[in-house]
């Protein structure tokens, strides 16, 4: 997923899905020129899921 989507989501700004990227608060992997980061659905759905719970 794109950061943009991932933003959408949890109904945050593109910049905000960056920094809990960089500080580990989300898993994301880096695209090959290091600009981008993408996301797992599998591994947003999950901490969508425990936000949900708690």
Do not use: C, H, N
Request: hydrophobic share 45%.
């Amino acid at each position: 997923m794109k950061t943009r989507e991932v933003a959408e989501l949890f109904e945050v700004e593109p910049e905000t899905v960056v920094e809990w990227a960089r500080l580990g608060k989300l898993r994301a992997v880096r695209t090959p020129g290091g600009q981008q980061y993408r996301f797992r659905a599998a591994d947003i759905a999950a901490v969508l899921g425990e936000e949900v719970s708690r």
